[in-house]
């Protein structure tokens, strides 16, 4: 948990921004950090595996399958959000992916802490495309009202055009089952956002980023609401 973050992705064009990290991952030896898989080329250089590597900041442990197998994942701190009473942009677990298999039994818990805290507004972004749509579908049918909210930013990241092309439909279904989507404030792509995970890397990556859908392209793919 970051308040008082700068990076986009919290603060989402509001002045006060923050990261919360809901779901911890404690190593073999107790340490305490966080945990993910990679999925996918534009995880290659991911901030959030190098700073868990790191024993002063996380458990030391990489985010691949082993790494996950020796992890124990707990939920803390599910209430920061609602003891934050002045608004933020909030990214939600910035360290791992929400809609990762490993975290799908803290879902509800989270979505319970986000739906409440409606004065913020969050940004829960996944590569596990199929998961998110999957997860809103089964429980959009009785909160639609909710899940739908304005303060809830629903965004995959893709880091480049095939992974761009695999999101496409599962923001279909999204748009479907949620109404319009909000135009997203920050960077030229709404919701679908593109770039590899350490901007430093951009040039020297072997996974290069290359150029995805521009803005007016996913307008047209997927109309936005205002
Ligand atoms: S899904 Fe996100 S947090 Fe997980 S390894 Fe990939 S870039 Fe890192």
């Known amino acids: 948990m970051s308040d008082g973050s700068k990076i986009s992705l919290a603060t989402l064009g509001l002045d006060r921004g923050a ?10 030896d107790g340490k305490r950090g966080w945990a993910c898989v990679k999925i996918d080329a534009a995880c290659a ?3 959030a595996a190098m700073l868990n590597q790191n024993r002063r900041f996380g458990n030391g442990l990489d985010y691949t399958v082993q790494g ?9 701190n599910l209430d920061q959000p609602l003891r934050w009473k002045k608004p933020r942009g909030i990214f939600v677990c910035s360290m791992t992916d929400l809609f990762g298999d490993f975290a799908m039994r803290f ?3 989270i979505m319970d802490t986000v739906v409440r805290a409606n004065w913020h507004r969050f940004a829960l972004l996944t590569k596990r495309f199929e998961n998110m749509a999957n997860w809103v579908g089964l429980t959009s049918g009785f909160m639609p009202d909710k899940l739908a909210s304005p303060h809830i930013w629903w965004g995959m990241t893709v880091g ?4 761009a092309d695999e999101a496409l439909p599962y923001m279909r279904r999204m748009r479907e089952l949620l109404g319009p989507l909000p135009r997203c404030p920050i960077g030229r792509l709404p ?6 995970q350490r901007r430093q890397h951009r040039v020297r990556s072997p996974h290069r980023c290359g150029p995805c859908y521009r ?3 996913v307008r047209r793919m997927l ?3 205002q």
Request: charged content about 10%; hydrophobic content about 40%.
């Open 160 to 163: 480049h055009q095939k992974a």
């Open 191 to 196: 919701l679908i956002l593109a770039g590899p």
């Open 107 to 109: 879902v509800p818990s």
């Open 68 to 76: 996950m197998q020796q992890s124990r994942l707990e939920l803390v």
């Open 215 to 217: 803005s007016w392209e």
């Open 223 to 225: 109309p936005l609401g």
């Open 45 to 47: 250089n991911c901030d």
């Open 19 to 28: 990261t919360w990290n809901p779901i911890a991952a404690y190593g073999p």
